[in-house]
């Protein structure tokens, strides 16, 4: 299965095997579900810049020898997912469980994701579709999305938290 950072390489034209595999293997490596101290360097390192891509870029321009438009490339990728990683960390801390798959159909090559709209899933494991667990865009075109599902929410008539939206706002 392709990965989106190979298939962004290679429709930004980048032709190095030796280099996509590399900057590949560093990709995969990103995950949301294994604690900070087992966490590369790398990886620690993009998701403390908090998504200001332009010490990003620097970064992985130096790191990997890209030129600029490639370097562009990979910083989007990198930037990203770091980004959406950070988010569902943030919710696992403040107590989250539970995501909801929001289908979006954008890219010109779009995933096959449509199934997956509405489905619940961990946030800590991602969603299985496959044989194997993902994350709102992981995939090559993906612009799928989720939101943090709030049991108490879920289970609330609408009619109710009207009535509770109205109290709190005095
Ligand atoms: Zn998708």
Known sequence: MTTKIRADLIDAGC???????????????????????????????VKDCHGNLQIVFTHISDRYGLPKHIATVV????GFKSKRQTDIQNSLNLGSKYGVWRYLNAHRTPC???????????????????????????????????????????????????????????
């Open 15 to 45: 032709t190095d095997e030796k280099l996509i595999a590399e900057i590949e293997k560093d990709w995969l490596e990103f995950n949301v579900a294994k604690p900070r101290s087992k966490q590369s360097e790398f990886e620690c390192f």
């Open 75 to 78: 910083t989007r990728s990198f």
């Open 112 to 170: 096959n994701h449509s199934c997956l709209d509405g489905k619940f899933f961990y946030l800590k494991r991602g969603i299985r579709f496959k044989g194997e667990f993902i994350y709102p865009g992981d995939k090559p075109g993906c612009m799928c999305g989720y939101r943090v599902s709030v049991p108490f929410l879920e289970e609330t008539p609408p009619s109710l938290l009207q009535k509770i939206i109205l109290f709190f706002r005095g």
